[in-house]
């Protein structure tokens, strides 16, 4: 039998899920297109690996030229045309749950929401946003303390272990797709570095969660200033047996060993650490019990 042929859409900086679909005894890759919104080196990483694997670079209007008999996107920032949905199937790696989160950064809004559960899903892309049938959820737990850059390799992993053998029973149409209509869904949003500013008046719960999104390794770092100036709260923790009450948003309560304790819009969160001027800091050595955090 004759391989059948696959196309793959965009991929990543370290090409590390394009270099899992390689070497099919079922398929071949016959071309791939560069995303062109990705930066100049990012674009130049994705043309080495095409290179390096002989497999063709194409753009939109030369795919259906190769008479491919599937397409794969693996990151790619642009919509597809309706008149490449209609000629062929494109799968699409989608960063997130679905069908309940759609849209963009969703594992990251999953933990801001408190989910246990974070992943990628492999569907097939239809004329709606997220919204094509189901092949298979790439599911990795996650517990209250770990942030995503703990589990965010879990994850890739888990898609590079596997998306070889899907891609194939796909093929060989030995794996059906479930629909999505009908359950329960949300759409989020891209995630900006100025949705790491700690707001005071949110929940210890949410600025603890917004730690576990935006902290290092993974995230770009979650803020507050005072006095005009901006520190980064490299680590946090939460503080036990606190009750729900009414106070100061921001206000500085406590003071325990090199830690400052925060009244927040519920209870309170300990800043552990920070960072100004790329210097770590123990804050009680800047913040006093009666400061107020901005």
């Known amino acids: 039998m004759p391989k059948k042929k ?15 679909l390689l070497e099919s005894e079922i398929y071949d890759i016959v071309g791939g297109i560069i995303d062109p ?51 062929l ?4 790696i989608h960063g997130g749950l679905l069908p309940k989160y759609k849209g963009s950064n969703c594992s990251c809004w999953a933990i801001l929401n ?28 996650i517990s209250a303390e770990q942030k995503f850059g703990d589990v965010h390799a879990k994850i890739r992993k888990q898609v590079c272990d ?29 995630l900006r570095k100025e949705d790491g500013k700690i707001k005071w008046t949110d929940t210890s719960d949410y600025i603890y969660n917004l730690y576990r999104v935006f902290g290092a390794p993974y995230g770009s770092g979650i803020y507050f200033s005072y006095k005009d100036k901006v520190y980064e709260a490299t680590k946090i923790s939460k503080v036990p047996n606190i009750i729900q009450y009414i106070g100061a948003c921001g206000g500085v309560v406590n003071v325990k060993n090199h830690s ?35």
Request: hydrophobic share 35%; proline share 6%.
């Open 6 to 20: 696959l196309v793959i859409i965009g991929n990543t900086k370290n090409c590390d899920i394009g270099s899992a």
């Open 37 to 87: 919104k990705e930066s100049e080196s990012t674009q130049q990483i994705h043309r080495a690996f095409l290179k390096e694997n002989n497999i063709a670079e194409l753009e939109w209007e030369t795919l259906l030229a190769q008479k491919p008999d599937m397409a794969i996107i693996i990151t790619y920032s642009k919509v597809i045309p309706k008149k490449y949905l209609e000629a």
């Open 89 to 92: 199937p494109i799968l699409n």
């Open 114 to 141: 408190g989910e246990k559960e974070v992943g990628y899903t492999l569907h097939k892309i239809d004329e709606g946003l997220d919204t094509g049938p189901i092949y298979h959820r790439f599911v990795v737990p």
């Open 162 to 190: 596997k998306i070889k053998g899907l891609v194939e029973d796909i093929l060989l149409d030995k794996l059906k797709p479930q629909s999505q209509d009908g359950e329960p869904y949300i759409y989020t949003t891209p």
């Open 260 to 294: 400052v304790w925060v009244k927040t819009g519920d209870t309170l969160i300990s800043i552990d650490e920070i960072k100004k001027d790329d210097q770590l800091f123990a804050p009680s050595s800047i913040f006093k019990i009666g400061n107020r955090l901005s």
